[in-house]
T-cell receptor, first 116, second 116 residues
């Protein structure tokens, strides 16, 4: 079984540019979560999809961040325009049923975003 | 509110020493799960253990062991005879109940450096 795949693994962009991160969950996993770790701080929840619907987006920092999950398969997280404080590692995780953490999350390897 | 505290920001040990990483959590839920993840220098999140709130038995896996004590709301992680390959950032996390989405609340992480 393929794991959770994230693209790209690294991205370096200039302040003001746009970046799109992609996450391919494990096939059949309805739940998809985005998290990020800003340098030296804790990993923070961004949002949770159940299929194509946003179940919880309480962690999205501001309206420069837009997440989509068309068709309930892969998800994208767009940052537009990027700011310096957006630098960090963005993780995606998927789970087969509601309440993923209780039954098993699978994390991707993350996208390291650097805004210069 | 749920919270996870890892008071040790950085720990440095010499190879073969034992080391304990502390984790204290806060929750009002009676059912919850606790996790430990490892983030090596390569960046991915590696799952180490999941423990539910009704199982207070300590667990041992090779050189790793975990001590879960509900009375003190702690879930500490011990590495016995540490090795250089154990160098990483270690995160403790608490899950929301499954009917609230199941997202993870992470501690700030403990950066462990094991020197030869």
């Amino acid at each position: 079984e393929a794991g959770v795949t994230q693209f790209p693994s690294h991205s370096v962009i200039e302040k003001g540019q746009t970046v799109t991160l992609r996450c391919d969950p494990i096939s059949g996993h309805d739940n998809l979560y985005w998290y990020r770790r800003v340098m030296g701080k804790e990993i923070k929840f961004l949002l949770h999809f159940v299929k194509e619907s946003k179940q919880d987006e309480s962690g999205m920092p501001n309206n420069r961040f837009l997440a989509e999950r068309t068709g309930g398969t892969y998800s994208t997280l767009k940052v537009q325009p990027a700011e310096l404080e957006d630098s960090g590692v963005y993780f995606c995780a998927s789970s087969p049923i509601q309440g993923g953490a209780n039954y098993g999350y699978t994390f991707g390897s993350g996208t390291r975003l650097t805004v210069v | 509110a749920q919270k996870v505290t890892q008071a040790q920001t950085e720990i440095s040990v010499v190879e073969k020493e034992d080391v304990t990483l502390d984790c204290v959590y806060e929750t009002r839920d009676t059912t919850y799960y606790l996790f430990w993840y490892k983030q090596p220098p390569s960046g991915e999140l590696v799952f180490l253990i999941r423990r539910n709130s009704f199982d207070e038995q300590n667990e041992i896996s090779g050189r790793y062991s975990w001590n879960f004590q509900k009375s003190t709301s702690s879930f500490n992680f011990t590495i016995t005879a540490s090795q250089v390959v154990d160098s990483a950032v270690y995160f403790c996390a608490l899950s929301e109940p499954y009917n609230q989405g199941g997202k993870l609340i992470f501690g700030q992480g403990t950066e462990l450096s094991v020197k030869p």
